[in-house]
Nanobody
């Protein structure tokens, strides 16, 4: 059974940093998956924040987080990270991890990030 488990969310002040982790189990390796972070703010639709491809590790960021967020992957640990710096109140959302390989897609249950003073 495939499971993606996110962690690292919490309450942080504007300008602060958090690092989210997504640990995958039940997969041979995340090496063959495109891994992504999505977020869903209250009352809004879920949006793609960033993805990293399986081959070559090409990254794609939504404009609003460019220069502030960084995705990375550790294929040995089956873990994907999202380093979030210079956080803003508008970054407040539940952050979800997603793994995709062809027609297979798996989601985590999310971790809440709240940016507030």
């Amino acid at each position: 059974q495939v499971q993606l488990v996110e962690s690292g969310g919490g309450l942080v002040q504007p300008g602060g940093s958090l690092r989210l982790s997504c640990v995958a189990s039940g997969l041979t390796s995340i090496n063959i998956y495109t891994m992504s972070w999505y977020r869903q703010a209250p009352g809004k639709e879920r949006e793609l924040v960033v993805s990293i491809t399986s081959a070559g590790g090409r990254t794609t960021y939504v404009d609003s987080v460019k220069g502030r967020f960084t995705i990375s992957r550790d294929n040995v640990k089956n873990t994907v990270y999202l380093q979030m710096n210079s956080l803003k109140p508008e970054d407040t959302a539940v952050y979800y991890c997603k793994a995709v390989n062809y027609d297979m897609a798996y989601w985590g249950k999310g971790t809440l990030v709240t940016v507030s003073s």
